[in-house]
């Protein structure tokens, strides 16, 4: 089993979500976060004023797939989200040794 974690602009939650569904993805954690990359933040303007954004807010999505979907979801993930500015995001992929559903105590692919 594989966890897959995307750093993904807010906006594109949505078609993230949608894309993820249409390939049979049932469980999704989403999580608002901040942080930077190579652009180490920027410098907006208020009023007249400027200050230095340090930390962009992005979403966090995780979701947790066997192992012969994760290219699937992967592809999806970067087709859903791509705007080809910076700042797009990153996917990680992880192995997991167990998964267990905590209701009904199956363990491993069952319990995805």
Known sequence: MKKIEAIIKPFKLDAVKDALIGI????????????YGRQRGHVET??????????????KVETVVPDGMSD????????????????D???FISSLEEVIRIRTGEE????I
Do not use: M
């Open 89 to 91: 995001g990153k996917i």
């Open 24 to 35: 049979g993805v049932f469980g999704l954690t989403v999580t608002e976060v901040r942080g």
């Open 46 to 59: 208020y009023r007249g004023l400027e200050y230095e954004v340090q930390f962009n807010s992005k979403i």
């Open 72 to 87: 699937q979801v992967v592809k999806a993930i970067t087709t859903a989200a791509r705007t080809g500015s910076i700042g």
């Open 108 to 111: 491993g692919t069952d319990a």
